[in-house]
């Protein structure tokens, strides 16, 4: 496991071996994460890449991060609105002044169950959901974040990221025609 306590301890002494685990094990869903915001793949792998070098050379406090995962979307957001601010050339662009966030398509093993055109219905309903809404569910459904993860990454509280996934799924079941099912006695 590469999050484990042991991991993250030999990683700090200087364990590559680790380390390259650890970007095996992560990057693919931080570069999805990437480019929610940043639209080109090039420079979201950058991004990515710059993350884990910058990691890499403050190793040495990794041990004293709570959560690694959580660190490293943070460390990606917080680059990606770098890069945005940059070539916007804005001083001041926050999360919460961001409402381009575009949710990821993936492929998953149910995809090939699911037809291409209610693949895209399901993907526009997700476009549809609110700026907050809809990284609060990528994070969670795409990337596998729990919580607390996301609550950090958006600086957000747990009760918010639930109010935003509660939301995220009512109005998916909404859009989709989704009923819920009553509970017989």
């Known amino acids: 496991m590469p999050f484990s306590k042991h991991s993250i301890h030999l990683i700090s002494e200087g364990n590559e071996k680790k ?61 990606c609105i770098s890069h945005i601010r940059k070539n916007r050339k804005e001083n001041l662009i926050t999360l919460d002044g961001f409402d381009d966030y575009l949710a990821p398509t993936v492929e998953c093993p149910e995809s090939e169950y699911i037809n291409n055109e209610k693949l895209n219905e399901i993907y526009l309903a997700i476009e549809q959901l609110p700026p ?35 939301f995220a799924l009512k109005k998916l079941s909404e859009s989709l025609g989704i009923r819920k099912k009553k509970l017989r006695k």
Request: aromatic content about 12%; overall charge positive.
């Open 19 to 79: 380390f390259r685990c650890l970007m095996e094990f992560i990057s693919d869903d931080l570069l999805l994460f990437a480019m929610g915001f940043i639209r080109k793949k090039e420079i979201a792998e950058e991004i990515v890449s710059d993350v884990f070098v910058k990691t890499w050379k403050t190793r040495s406090n990794l041990t004293e991060i709570e959560n690694l995962k959580a660190y490293l979307f943070v460390s990606v957001k917080n680059s």
């Open 132 to 166: 907050k809404c809809k990284l609060a569910f990528s994070l969670a459904k795409f990337n596998g974040l729990k919580y607390k993860e996301i609550a950090e990454v958006m600086e957000i509280s747990e009760k918010t990221v639930n109010n935003h996934l509660v």
